[in-house]
Nanobody, 121 residues
């Protein structure tokens, strides 16, 4: 079994910062790409950021320059540092990790439980 547990999030004023974490545990051989997604009320889930196994990062235009994705391979954990938050960043944020459970095995996508981020004065 593999489980992704998210932490962080909460209520912050515009211009503030938050840091999200997502830790994978269980029967894990290797973690490939890690992503963050978000879903605002009444909207579809959208991709936010990605970090590859080789630590190349990619960002949605809406968060570029404000959000930073990073990873700790020893802990199978991905982070999302969010600075200069705006009301339009309000959403439930989800992590996603591509995980192989055995040497030579295929990768499957696993999702975190989601965490609420609310940006409001």
């Amino acid at each position: 079994q593999v489980q992704l547990v998210q932490s962080g999030g909460g209520l912050v004023q515009p211009g503030g910062s938050l840091r999200l974490s997502c830790a994978a545990s269980g029967s894990i051989f290797r973690v490939n790409a890690m992503d963050w997604y978000r879903q605002a009320p009444g909207k579809q889930r959208e991709w936010v950021a990605n970090i590859t196994n080789g630590v190349t990062t990619n960002y949605a235009d809406s968060v570029k320059g404000r959000f930073t994705i990073s990873r700790d391979n020893a802990k199978n954990t991905v982070y999302l540092q969010m600075n200069n938050l705006k009301p339009e960043d309000t959403a439930v944020y989800y992590c996603r990790e591509e995980i192989s459970r055995a040497s030579g095995g295929y990768y499957s996508a696993y999702w975190g439980q989601g965490t609420q981020v609310t940006v409001s004065s």
